[in-house]
Structure formats: C-alpha cells, structure tokens
C-alpha cells in the first residue's frame, strides 16, 4: 500500500505543489496514515497466521519491513524532488523568474516576469505550507475572533535557466525566503482571515562571467477582505506591502521596486467557509496596483541582462 501510495502521489505532488515543503509535509501525512493502517492490517494477518510479513522470529521481521517502509519514503522523497525540478525546467525565457519560485501558487499577475511575482511568493509559500498544517488539524473557523495557527516558514530553492531571457545565456537563480504567518478567524460569521511577513533574496547569477544581480525583499502580506459568496465559494482580497531592492555584484543599488499588486482570488470552500482545509484556487485577478517599479513585465529581462549579461 505504501509502495502504491509513492508511485501514485509523490511525482505529481513534486509537480503541482509549488511549496517544496509543503509537498514534503503531505506525502508525511499521507505516508504516516498508510503506513500506521498497513501495519495495523498486517499485525492482524500475523495473528491469524495469514502472512508471512512478520515471521518467527519478530526482531527480525520488524527490522526488515521498517527498512523496506524507510526505502519506500526515501523513493517518495526522491520523486517529489524529481517533480519540484521537472516543474522548474518548464519555465523558460520572460518567465524565468517564475522558475525560481518552485512554489507558486496559482497566484500569477501580469508581472510573471518581475521583481513583483519575487514578492509575491513568500506569501503563496506560507499559504501551502498553512494549507497542510490545516489540513493535518482540520480546522474549523469559530464564531469569535480567534488566532488558529501562528507558524514561521522558511523555504529556498536553485534553479538553473540554460537561455535565460531567450538571450543564449545559463543562469543560476538562489532563492530564500523565511518569515512568519498567521490565520484566525474574524466577524460574526468565523470566516478565516491570514497574513504573512517575509523576508528573503532571490539571486540571479551569469554562470559565464560570474555577474550577479541579487534582489533582496521585505513584505508583509495580509488578507484585507474575505467575503462569503453564498454559492460555495469565497472572494479574498489580498494586499501586499513592501518593497524591493536589487544590487549588483559591487553591492550597488541598481533597481528598486515600492509597493505590491492587490490581487481579488476565487476559492471553492469545498462546502465549509469557516474551514480553509478542504479550500481549492479557482482563479485570481488583478484589482489595484499601487506600486512604482523599476522592473516591470515589459523591460524586467533588459534590465537584469544589463547587469549580468
């Protein structure tokens, strides 16, 4: 069963979680319930004499299936790596900042290929990892104003691009992220409000002549409104706060960004409101840019190659 269990999920959670933690945290849950329920059955079947799984002489037979089930994990673990890589090489030219988040989200704006999607990610990254953890507990949204979860993330990934930009050149992007969020629930009506405060950098380095431009950002990431659209879905109006700033290799400030995208996200509440466990991304959209950037969709890539290339 848990042979069954790694060949079935660990490859497309690799592929379609883009927290790389997050996709780890799901395959130990679903791994420990298996495994506790095949252990269950299998001690059950010994009893009655039906299975030869734990023989004679049980030190023996429980050292070989604990090594066998630790094989099984280490193959789960080995796939969802596989799947977190293959996701990335997917994305290729103006998109390759989204290359270095492993983790998206399906949160894209139309900066996919800016500074602004960089920011972006410390938030969608607590968002899956919070989504596990809420899953794991199965929370349910209380009537009062209530903190449900308060957790600190960290997450950090490299990323090769072989034609960064369309510009025949291989880059190396670094990318670290760590901070704090939070979830509790607010109104009369419990619904699940969460924010996030993050910090990290994102690195973007010429593997030919060793230039680098590294973008260090700060943001603060909250949810300003959740309304309940009484057909099984919620609307959620995130807001984002911070700012970026982008150094070359000398350490000089070269770009900076202000600002963040306001972004309205459509969930399917999978029938529960007040619990964000069974909660699936429907879609996202645009609402307000208050932001002033150096980089944007448009000239991100002449940017950055103006520095590296």
């Not at 023989?55 to 977190?84: C, E, M, N, Q, R």
């Not at 199965?138 to 034609?163: K, R, Y």
């Not at 030919?208 to 309940?228: L, W």
């Amino acid at each position: 069963m848990i042979a069954i269990l790694t060949i079935l999920v660990a490859l497309p959670l690799g592929l379609l979680v883009r927290n790389r933690l997050a996709a780890h945290l799901i395959y130990a849950i679903l791994f420990a319930q298996v495994f506790t329920f095949q252990t269950a059955t299998l001690m059950m079947e010994w009893v009655k004499g039906s299975t030869e799984a734990f023989p004679a002489d049980p030190t023996k037979g429980s050292f070989g299936y604990l090594a066998f089930t630790s094989t099984i994990y280490a193959v789960g673990f080995g796939l969802i790596t596989l799947g977190h890589w293959l996701r990335n090489r997917r994305r290729t030219g103006t998109d390759a900042s989204n290359a270095v988040h492993a983790t998206t989200s399906r949160h894209s704006g139309k900066r996919g290929g800016s500074s602004m999607e960089l920011k972006r990610r410390a938030a969608i990254a607590s968002g899956a990892v919070l989504l596990a953890l809420a899953t794991s507990a199965g929370l349910a949204g209380p009537a009062a104003a209530e903190t449900l979860e308060h957790e600190h993330f960290t997450d950090s990934s490299t990323d090769v691009e072989e034609d960064f930009c369309g510009a025949g050149i291989t880059v190396q992007i670094d990318f670290q992220v760590e901070g704090n969020f939070v979830l509790h629930a607010k109104g009369p009506e419990g619904l699940v409000y969460s924010q996030a405060a993050s910090h990290g950098t994102a690195t973007f380095t010429n593997l030919a002549n060793g230039n680098q431009i590294t973008n260090v950002f700060n943001s603060a990431d909250k949810d300003r409104r959740v309304t309940d659209n009484g057909d099984g879905t919620l609307t959620i109006l995130v807001a984002p706060t911070g700012g970026d700033k982008w150094y070359d290799s000398d350490g000089k400030l070269v770009f900076q960004d202000s600002g963040g995208l306001w972004t309205e996200i459509l969930v399917d509440d999978g029938g529960t409101p007040t619990d964000p466990s069974d909660d699936e991304f429907i879609s996202a959209r645009e609402v307000k840019d208050p932001g002033k950037d150096d980089l944007t969709n448009d000239n991100f890539c002449d940017q950055i190659l103006s520095v590296i290339g």
